[in-house]
């Protein structure tokens, strides 16, 4: 079986830089004021037709209870543009409400179908994230055709990263024969322009994509690009090749800080590497045990695992190794302790 690159997935990958603040929800409703500010200006393009006199006043009704956390009568504002003035926006906005669960369930499934209704509309943003729809088979089968069309449409209308995604399809040959030289060529300049999520796709085809196009160090180039973004992944690959590569003589601590500090910003498989390493760090020379600090890190990097891990091999080990983290930590830290690692998990 092929390996199956993958990336940020819908929202995430457009809104990479502004998730890097913590504030998401903030953004988002910033994201959304800036559409309804311009729906009445694009509406006549998307749609071909005049937007009714009452449409854009539904529209900014929607944004004012977005902004004032009423979720549900901004839900109805948007969703009645949607389906009465079939206002592609407006769809896009209603997808928005399905893919981050604000007022309602969570539902990939839906929110895919709103965002292929307003990438028909010809909604750049809404045709990439479609495109991601089909790529992995949310709300249709695997269609990597369909994904390849969207993922094109988008990138010609100058969503320019979905050119990466267009990328992956070539250097898988999902759907398509393989040509990685092609797909490095298409999403390199995309990458040279500063595109963080673009920096790790290129990372990840150095990395793991087709053998003939290997580079180890091209790889740890791309991914600490984008790293100096602050991006969680970047970290975490870069103690990846760090770890796995003997010549360089790594310091076991330069390889615990790259995985801290993906860790730190809620990459959540680093989580296991971050508490395994300071786990595995060399003890105290005078006590023979962890340090106070490495004891510490341990506990709270490994206990995060075991609560947001999906690998059940992880979070078995990291059970055992709390459980030892126990037998010699004094028990005056854990409420401290687990009290730090609440408020991380929940923190925006």
């Known amino acids: 079986m092929a390996f199956i690159l993958r990336g940020p997935s819908l929202v995430q990958v457009w809104l990479f830089d502004i ?22 200006a694009w509406a006549d393009k998307v749609n071909g037709v005049d937007a009714p006199a009452s449409d854009h006043l539904t529209l900014q009704d929607a944004q004012d209870a977005l902004a004032s956390g009423n979720y549900a009568k901004a839900f109805n ?14 769809q896009f906005s209603v997808g928005l409400f399905y893919q981050n669960g604000w007022g309602r369930e969570i539902d990939p499934i839906a929110a895919c179908r709103w965002f292929e209704k307003a990438a028909q509309g010809g909604i750049p943003v809404a045709q990439h994230l479609a495109g991601v729809c089909f790529d992995e088979g949310i709300h249709h089968v695997e269609d990597p055709a369909a994904a390849a069309y969207w993922f094109r449409k988008a990138a010609q209308a100058g969503h320019h990263y979905s050119y990466c995604h267009l990328a992956n399809l070539l250097m898988t040959g999902r759907g398509f024969p393989k040509d990685p030289v092609k797909a490095l060529e298409l999403c ?13 796709w290129m990372g990840k085809f150095y990395l793991r994509g087709d053998p003939a196009i290997r580079n180890k160090q091209e790889a740890y180039r ?20 760090m770890q796995s590569d003997s010549s360089a003589n790594q310091a076991p601590s330069e390889i615990r800080q790259m995985f801290e500090q993906a860790a730190a910003l809620k990459y959540v498989p680093a989580y296991f590497q971050a508490g395994k390493h300071f786990y595995d760090a060399e003890p105290d020379p005078g006590t023979g045990q962890l340090s106070a600090e490495h004891l510490a890190k341990a506990y709270l990097w490994l206990s995060a695992a075991i609560q947001q891990s999906q690998n059940p091999e992880e979070i ?15 028990n005056t830290w854990l409420a401290e302790l687990d009290q730090k690692i609440a408020q991380h998990l929940q923190r925006d």
């Not at 504002?77 to 407006?90: E, I």
């Not at 791309?222 to 090749?241: C, D, H, R, S």
């Open 316 to 330: 078995s080990v990291a059970k055992s190794m709390v459980q030892q983290i126990l037998a010699v930590m004094p």
């Open 19 to 40: 998730s890097a603040d913590r504030n998401m929800k903030k953004a988002l409703w910033a994201l959304l004021c800036a559409v309804t500010f311009l729906s009445e």
């Open 77 to 90: 504002g948007y969703h009645n543009a949607a389906v009465q003035d079939k206002n592609a926006l407006a």
């Open 222 to 241: 791309w991914f600490a690009a984008a790293a100096q973004k602050q991006t969680p992944e970047a970290f975490y690959y870069l103690g990846l090749i």
């Open 188 to 200: 390199h300049p995309v990458a040279q322009q500063g595109s963080p999520p673009a920096q790790l």
